[in-house]
């Protein structure tokens, strides 16, 4: 089955750690996504990547880095610079097909959940 | 930036009755998504609407796009307690074509059996 799959699905971290997250998808799309969730609230692009080995910073990437290495993998790193990492964490990928031609479907993985002790 | 937003907040109706969320946009766009979360989980597509269209239909969903208001409607016909669940719309920012979705706050909706 093609998704992508998201781990650790809850992480816990200490205050001054740095906690790398996991994405990896199986549907060969180009693009992928970082989004984070806080609670009663809606989805904040952290970075993006629509190509290996390229990536833009989304509207809240202060504390958090990435890497695009392979086209499978999208790791997120949530530094210790991030004041208030305590949230729900999603990634998402899409076709480049579907992304030039402005109608851009994302396909979500079921998310990471990270609290910070 | 949150380029939508929906309204109600939060919305609780009976099984088998119709809801009705709206959301409004600021800027120009190609085209207006509608997503759902159920609790704890991702995110999965429902339906996309262009600009030049005016409604479209997928089953039991029915979406409304009025670009000069900016604003679309998403109505879920004769609800099921499986409904229950945040429901958002999204927009590329300024009609662009990175791939980029922008997210509004969403509406949680409570379908009681």
């Known amino acids: 089955d093609g998704g992508i799959t998201q781990s650790p699905k809850y992480l816990f971290r200490k205050e001054g750690q740095n906690v790398t997250l996991s994405c990896e998808q199986n549907?060969?799309?180009?693009?992928m996504y970082w989004y984070r969730q806080d609670p009663g609230q809606g989805l904040r692009l952290i970075y993006y990547?629509?190509?290996?080995?390229?990536?833009q910073k989304g509207d809240i990437a202060e504390g958090y880095s990435v890497s695009r290495e392979k086209k499978e993998s999208f790791p997120l790193t949530v530094t210790s610079a991030q004041k208030n990492p305590t949230a729900f964490y999603l990634c998402?990928?899409?076709?480049?097909?579907?992304?030039?031609?402005?109608?851009?479907?994302?396909?979500f993985g079921a998310g990471s959940r990270l609290t910070v002790l | 930036s949150q380029q939508g937003e929906e309204d109600p907040q939060a919305l609780s109706i009976q099984e088998g009755e119709n809801a009705t969320m709206n959301c409004s946009y600021k800027?120009?766009?190609?085209?207006l998504q509608w997503y759902r979360q159920n609790s704890g989980r991702g995110l999965v597509h429902l339906i996309l609407?262009?600009?030049?269209?005016r409604e479209k239909h997928s089953g039991r969903l029915r979406v409304t796009l009025d670009t000069s208001k900016k604003s679309s409607s998403l109505l879920i016909t004769a609800s099921r307690a499986a409904d229950t669940a945040s429901y958002f719309c999204?927009?590329?920012?300024?009609?662009?074509?990175?791939?980029?979705?922008?997210f509004g706050q969403g509406t949680t909706l409570q379908v009681k059996p």
């Open positions: 549907l060969n799309h180009d693009a």
């Open positions: 999204a927009t590329p920012p300024g009609g662009s074509n990175t791939g980029k979705l922008i």
């Open positions: 990547s629509q190509i290996v080995n390229d990536f």
């Open positions: 800027t120009s766009i190609n085209n």
């Open positions: 609407i262009r600009s030049n269209e």
């Open positions: 998402a990928s899409s076709s480049r097909r579907t992304a030039s031609s402005g109608a851009n479907v994302l396909t």
